[in-house]
């Protein structure tokens, strides 16, 4: 169609491009589209259609764009240490994906989140500026899910968990602060924390939890006045803070004046086992909660909920308001049709019992064909796994080796904020069926393991 067009000239009108290539108006239209989507055509109204003129003319004499003078002014990076974590957000579709944190298709609610978004695009409400704390409904949807005595004034929705993280790590701690991280604790937690320009002061993890004796001493010396945790399905290890731990780690955070982010995470992901208050009903004054649905619906749908109570709310209500205003409300109308439904509880319900099958699969299988993975402990939650290599295993090339067989996994190193206690992978099963979690542990038996080496 535009062979014989020149850069700069006019196209042929609809009728004559019918005509020309025996093709019905709706075809040529649709040709017209593609073509000006990729931007080798400009409609002008009431003009017509027109070959793009600057684009074909570097095609056409070959010009190339020097980009390199890009790299001097930028100057150097923070985000270069945290190009380790890229294949965790976009893994490569060559591979079977045991490092997936999201459900896969077969148990995301498509179908109940389709029949939400035609029903919310019937209201022209969602086009409108909502304020930045979000739509009230949402709000309280949240308030009344978390119980105690919030209400949806003390709610803020974002986009996503990791908006949440980020809001909140730089709205309570100053550039160039100290912020103390779980070790291990979720990688990209660890990315926030840096990029924002904060010190990050790593604290053990061991099978119950954050460790109160070090704790203590971690926040004697850097002076942090936040601390940021997953009480519950900790991400990667999978641990659950226990009640005595919660107990010690309140008292701390009273003694030494310290905010606690909560991040519950896998609220809706328990596979078994009795469930625990989160910590912020424990402590009001001093902890800031945060709950995403994305896990247990699907990666699209990227709503979360920040709730607090007293000044801080403020301060984080003004950073998302800064950070990108609000959150489209055709998201947040989906979002709670899906919440709000008859239907919600059946799809948790649903997906706890998969998730579980699954979880129980994949430990039983490791077991079997990769006997030299140590399983830390059996979650009652989450999507995940966390398995010790043995001694003198590099995990990085364990990953390498991993990927050369056709299987991507988590080297466990990029979750510790310092130097790993340890060599360990992640598994997670939440991202596939379970013929393709036996599939993927099939190809690791020929990692080519001997010895303790790869």
């Known amino acids: 169609m535009l062979e014989s067009v020149s850069p700069g000239e006019k196209l042929p009108s609809v009728r004559t491009l019918c005509q020309r290539y025996s093709a019905s108006p709706v075809t040529v239209q649709t040709a017209l589209s593609r073509l000006a989507r990729a ?125 949440a993280l980020s809001s909140t790590f730089r709205a309570l701690v100053p550039l160039g602060g ?35 004796d070090l704790l203590e001493e971690a926040l004697r010396i850097s002076g942090a006045k936040v601390l940021y945790l997953q009480p519950q399905f900790q991400n990667p290890t999978g641990v659950t803070l226990t009640r005595s731990r919660r107990v010690e780690v309140l008292e701390l955070a009273r003694k030494y004046g310290v905010f606690i982010i909560e991040d519950d995470y896998a609220h809706d992901l328990r596979l078994e086992g009795e469930s625990m208050p989160p910590l912020i009903l424990s402590a009001l004054e001093r902890t800031v909660y945060i709950r995403s649905i994305t896990k247990i619906t699907a990666p699209g749908l990227r709503i979360a909920a920040i709730l607090a109570k007293g000044p801080v709310l403020g301060r984080l209500k003004a950073m998302r308001a800064l950070d990108d205003m609000f959150v489209t409300g ?81 080297a466990g190193s990029r979750y510790f904020p310092a130097e790993p206690g340890g060599s360990f992978v992640r598994l997670t099963y939440s991202g596939l069926p379970e013929d393709l979690l036996l599939e993927g542990v099939s190809r690791l038996k020929g990692v080519g393991y001997d010895s303790g080496h790869v």
């Open 39 to 163: 931007g080798l055509t400009v409609a002008k109204s009431g003009d017509g259609t027109y070959k793009a003129n600057l684009v074909e003319q570097r095609i056409s004499l070959g010009q190339t764009v020097d980009y390199a003078w890009q790299s001097v002014a930028l100057g150097s990076s923070p985000l270069a240490e945290e190009s380790v974590a890229r294949d965790h957000f976009t893994p490569r579709p060559e591979l079977i994906s045991l490092s997936i944190g999201y459900l896969d298709e077969s148990l995301q609610p498509l179908e109940r989140l389709n029949r939400a978004a035609n029903r919310a695009l019937k209201r022209p409400q969602i086009w409108q500026r909502l304020p930045p704390e979000g739509s009230e409904e949402l709000r309280a949807f949240f308030a009344r899910a978390l119980g105690g005595d919030f209400q949806a004034q003390d709610t803020l929705i974002v986009s996503g968990g990791q908006a």
């Open 178 to 212: 100290s912020i103390v991280l779980e070790s291990p604790t979720y990688f990209a937690a660890i990315s926030v924390a840096r990029v924002a320009g904060l010190k990050t002061v790593p604290v053990p993890v061991d099978a119950e939890g954050i460790r109160p």
């Open 330 to 410: 055709l998201t947040q109308e989906i979002a709670l049709e899906l919440l709000s439904s008859s239907s919600w509880k059946g799809h948790l319900k649903r997906v706890q019992s998969a998730l579980k099958a699954r979880r129980d699969f994949l430990i039983l299988k490791v077991r079997e064909q990769l006997p030299y993975l140590k399983l830390s402990s059996v979650p009652q939650g989450g999507f995940s796994l966390w398995y010790e290599l043995p001694a003198g295993t590099d995990d990085l090339e364990y990953v390498r080796s991993a990927a050369r067989a056709g299987v991507g996994i988590s």
